[in-house]
């Protein structure tokens, strides 16, 4: 892999203003995907395959935890690096969002420098893995 590839990234956030953040911090990366619910984050993965998914913890309906499951549960979606974001770092999110299948767990707010090295690095670790 070249380090200068594009990386697909699908920002998953019921907030707008969550997106907008997450969306400045990592759009220099590559290509941007959004979605405002689990539903549609689940949709989106499996149309136009990201390489990162940001996935808000707490989402009505579906929220991160349970769309976490269903990436991993769909061959299609498995392989995925999912970054968990979330205003709440308890050990017990942290340990139900990794026990889930995420690769990483960020808590909110972000700092940008932070999430861009988080995100090239498992881009490249799910690149190596194909």
Known sequence: MVM?????ILIVDDEPANIQILH????????????R?????????????????????????????????????????????VVLVSGSAADA?????????ADDFIAKPVAPALIRQRVRLLAELARRRR
């Open 4 to 8: 200068t590839d594009p990386i697909r």
């Open 24 to 35: 400045a911090a990592v759009s220099i990366l590559g290509p941007v995907q959004f979605a």
């Open 37 to 81: 619910s689990g539903e549609q984050a689940l949709k989106l993965a499996t149309a136009n395959p990201p390489d990162v998914v940001l996935l808000d913890v707490v989402m009505p309906d579906l929220d991160g935890f349970a769309v976490t499951r269903a990436l991993r549960a769909d061959p299609a979606t498995a392989g995925m690096m």
């Open 93 to 101: 999110d942290v340990e139900r969002g990794l026990e889930c299948g």
